[in-house]
């Protein structure tokens, strides 16, 4: 590991989770959109199951959750859940950075 990969319980304040190829286009440029915010993220770019990217979210304690799927993108809905809390939002891809900076106070 040449420290490329966020260790378990580093400080990360969203994951993206992706399911399938067009979703995953979406999801880099969202993330780039949060880190230039000052939003510590990281998104899936293994081809995981979405039960196995929300497990490593837990394990990076992520405070949020993106999904990105099918749906999100024909309906630019996107789910932001508070992984704190429970509660589930959905947002516009132009709204996600306001709405995860809600949740996380900043």
Known sequence: DAGIMPKAGDNCDSYIITIGDDAA????????????????????????????????????????????????????????KNMVDGKQISVSASGVCAAVKVILNK
Do not use: H, P
């Open 25 to 80: 286009v979406k999801g880099f440029e969202i993330l780039r959109e949060l880190r230039a915010s000052g939003i510590r993220s990281e998104i899936n770019c293994c081809k995981r199951s979405m039960k196995a990217q929300f497990k490593y979210a837990d394990k990076l304690a992520a405070k949020t959750v993106i999904i990105i799927g099918e749906n999100e993108l024909i309906n630019d809905s996107y789910t932001i």
